[in-house]
Structure formats: structure tokens, C-alpha cells
């Protein structure tokens, strides 16, 4: 069993920043491919970053060079590092974990980011 669980969303004005952190407990995996997701109202779960045990990193074009992923293997804990905020990066943010060869797939219950401008 694993649970995750973000934390550091919140109300920030515009230019910004903010770090978001999921800390997952339970099954560690040696092994994973860690996500941020993010869903505005109205809109799909998109994915916003990605990164490996091995420190392989992803990002979606409207949120490179200024976010930034990371993640303390040891602690089982990710990061998403966001700068630069803008009006349109107000969501709902979303970690996801899957374990290397695995088709299992683990949420946390999302924190709130809100940009004002």
C-alpha cells in the first residue's frame, strides 16, 4: 500500500514562487518514475513534470525554465520547485508515482495552487 501526500500549495501572486512537495509512505519502491500533474476547472489532468530514480528529468513546454523537479530517493519525497508563476498555472496539482515495470499507478489528493494577478 502507498499514500501519498502533497503539500505547499497556496495563494501567491504573479511572478512568484512556490514548492510543492509529495511525500509518499508505505511500500518504498527501489525503483520509480515520479509525476506533478495539474488540473485547472474545466480543463484535463495534464502532465506538468516528470523524474526517475536515476534522476531523469521531463517537463511540459509551458512550464520549462521555470519549474523544477527533484526528488530525495532517500526520503521517498519529491519536489516541484515553480517560479515564475502565472495566472494560468492555477490548479489543482497532483503527484503520481509508478513503480519501474508496473502498471500500478499511485495519486495523492491534490494541493491547490491559485496565481493572482
Known sequence: QVQLVESGGGLVQVGGSLRLTCAASGTIFRV???YWYR??????????????????????????????????????TWYLQMDNLKPEDTAVYYCKQRPWGSADEYWGQGTQVTVSS
Open 39 to 76: 488540473q485547472a476547472p474545466g480543463n484535463q489532468r495534464d502532465l506538468v513534470a516528470t523524474i526517475t530514480t536515476a534522476g531523469n528529468t521531463n517537463y511540459a513546454d509551458s512550464v520549462k525554465g521555470r519549474f523544477t523537479i527533484s526528488a530525495d530517493n532517500d526520503k521517498n
Open 32 to 34: 520509480s518514475h515520479m
